[in-house]
Nanobody, 120 residues
């Protein structure tokens, strides 16, 4: 089995920063891409940022210039540096990965999420 575990969420004031981490564990052969999604109360889950194995990144327009995604392939880890946070960034943030497991089977895995709350 493969698991993703997020950490780094919390309460921060408007304009503040947080750094989220996502670590993959279990039977992982290789991770092709990792992404951060968020779901605010009453809204659909949306992509925030993603990074591929070769380092290509993409961001939601709402976070461009404020958030940076990075990864460490050797440690099956992804990070999301969030600066200049706004109340509208308040949501549960989920890590997602497209990967090949120990049997070389392609799978998609979600973490359980970490709550980010930005106070005004």
């Amino acid at each position: 089995q493969v698991h993703l575990e997020e950490s780094g969420g919390g309460l921060v004031q408007t304009g503040g920063s947080l750094r989220l981490s996502c670590v993959g564990s279990g039977s992982i052969f290789a991770i092709a891409a990792m992404g951060w999604y968020r779901q605010a109360q009453g809204k659909q889950r949306e992509l925030v940022a993603a990074i591929t194995r070769d380092g290509t990144t993409n961001y939601a327009d709402s976070v461009k210039g404020r958030f940076i995604i990075s990864g460490d392939k050797a440690k099956n880890t992804a990070f999301l540096q969030m600066d200049s946070l706004k109340p509208e960034d308040t949501a549960v943030y989920y890590c997602n990965a497209d990967l090949f497991d120990g049997d070389y089977k392609p799978i998609n895995v979600w973490g359980k999420g970490t709550l980010v709350t930005v106070s005004s």
